[in-house]
């Protein structure tokens, strides 16, 4: 069975403190990794897509990594305004996407 | 804008009383999907949509219904709604392709059945 795990659950950070999100998958085929971005009350928005292992995405202070069995979503030197709930997903069939369940980040002045 | 518009974005109902949820997205995109999002389970794909006329169950279709007549608009049909649909969904909505193209969601559902 296809599954993805978030770890940690949630994650505080003081501002400027840089930390990593990580996504961990067992699926059958990997057409694609997704990063999204969920702030409350309002739906996931996309950030990042990453195809094979080895590669790399980059957005601000923000850079998605992936390997053969987990992507990591660095965060260096995070702001207030990245505080939201991180939602990892692969692709395993035609636009079928498989969701971990997030990693709640806080991000403290 | 690009978007996909969910309506109503809060409903509360009791059990029994159909409802329907509308999406509708406007960057002309062929597919189309519903997910249901609960605590600790993450999001979930109830039903998903290639193009006009073609739907296919998700992972939880139970309860649900789908129509797509045309290329915008993708609704939801709860028919006799029970407690346990109480959750929030999401529509979203992606060009067609093999390889990952990204879902763009809309802002989301509150649904509660009592």
């Known amino acids: 069975e296809d599954q993805v795990t978030q770890s940690p659950e949630a994650l505080r950070l003081q501002e400027g403190e840089s930390s990593s999100l990580n996504c961990s998958y067992t699926?059958?085929?990997?057409?694609?990794l997704f990063w999204y971005r969920q702030d409350p009350g309002k739906g996931p928005e996309f950030l990042f897509t990453?195809?094979?292992a080895g590669e790399e995405k980059e957005k601000e202070r923000l850079k998605a990594t992936l390997t053969k069995k987990e992507s990591f979503l660095h965060i260096t030197a995070p702001k207030p305004e990245d505080s939201a709930t991180y939602l990892c997903?692969?692709?395993?069939?035609?636009?079928?996407?498989?969701f971990g369940t997030g990693t709640r980040l806080l991000v403290s002045p | 804008e690009a978007q996909v518009t969910q309506n109503p974005r809060y409903l509360i109902t009791v059990t029994g009383k159909k409802l329907t949820v509308t999406c509708s997205q406007n960057?002309?995109?062929?597919?189309m999907s519903w997910y249901r999002q609960d605590p600790g389970l993450g999001l979930r794909q109830i039903y998903y949509?290639?193009?006009?006329?073609?739907?296919d169950k998700g992972d939880v279709p139970e309860g649900y219904k789908v129509s797509r007549k045309e290329k915008r608009n993708f609704p939801l049909i709860l028919e006799s709604p029970s407690p346990n649909q109480t959750s929030l969904y999401f529509c979203?909505?992606?060009?067609?392709?093999?390889?990952?193209?990204?879902?763009?969601f809309g802002d989301g559902t509150r649904l509660s059945i009592l």
């Open positions: 997903a692969v692709q395993t069939g035609f636009q079928k996407l498989v």
């Open positions: 699926v059958s085929g990997l057409r694609g």
């Open positions: 979203a909505s992606s060009t067609a392709g093999g390889m990952g193209q990204p879902q763009h």
């Open positions: 960057m002309n995109h062929e597919y």
């Open positions: 949509s290639m193009n006009v006329e073609v739907t």
């Open positions: 990453l195809y094979s």
